[in-house]
């Protein structure tokens, strides 16, 4: 991305820290069902966008050094806090599908 867009590292850090990310909003406190979609993507090998979505929406993204099964458990336990998730839509990773599986039995992937 540096190179395609010839931004710094740090800019487009700061560029993803101000995206609109969708907050969850109950007066309730219910929380919203979704169908949450995921993925990593490898930046030059240096460092990997870890990037979940509901429909129309980035909700959460981390930044790290490399993709990791236990990365994807961080970021599936923090957003199952804040949404119900009723599926998952990923590339088919067999360590994710195994992880989720057992986190969530009764969610289809």
Known sequence: MEE???KSRKTLR?????LDLAELKSDLGDKRE????FDASHLKREFCLFLFRRVGKNIHYDFKDSEKIIHYED???EISQKYR???F?????KGVIQLLERMFP???I
């Open 4 to 6: 395609k867009y010839r």
């Open 14 to 18: 700061r560029h993803f820290d101000n």
């Open 34 to 37: 979704i169908n949450l979609v």
């Open 75 to 77: 970021c599936v336990k």
């Open 85 to 87: 998730l009723s599926s």
């Open 89 to 93: 839509t990923i590339d088919g990773r």
């Open 106 to 108: 009764s969610v289809p």
